[in-house]
């Protein structure tokens, strides 16, 4: 189970990620592109270009987690815009994404 505190690390994919891959696609692009150690524990959040569906991999001791939200209608709001490829954001604010106020 994941558990999403206060302190727990995350990190936001400006850009939007090509959703058709799995995750060793997403871990590839973490370690490739984003510089990052997919294994670390880090949440890992990913947007689609129609701003209608977030991926989250992350790692926990023996394995990758994927979790994906589509939503039915609309898209997430308040998405940052891409100056950097990552940003860190608190929980409680990938909590206000993934409330989904919908445009």
């Excluded at 727990?8 to 692009?29: S, Y």
């Excluded at 209608?52 to 898209?75: A, C, E």
Aim: proline share 6%.
């Amino acid at each position: 189970m994941i558990s999403l505190q206060f302190d727990t690390p995350i990190l936001l994919a400006t850009k939007p990620a090509d959703f058709r891959c799995g995750i060793d696609g997403f871990a590839a692009l973490c370690k490739y592109q984003l510089k990052q150690d997919p294994r670390s524990g880090t949440l890992f959040v990913f947007i689609n270009r129609k701003k209608n569906m977030i991926r989250v991999l992350t790692y926990q001791s023996n394995g990758f987690w994927l979790m994906t939200k589509r939503l039915s209608k609309g898209k997430f709001q308040h998405w940052p815009t891409p100056k950097n490829p990552l940003t860190t954001i608190e929980a409680v604010k990938l909590r206000q994404i993934l409330a989904a106020e919908l445009s």
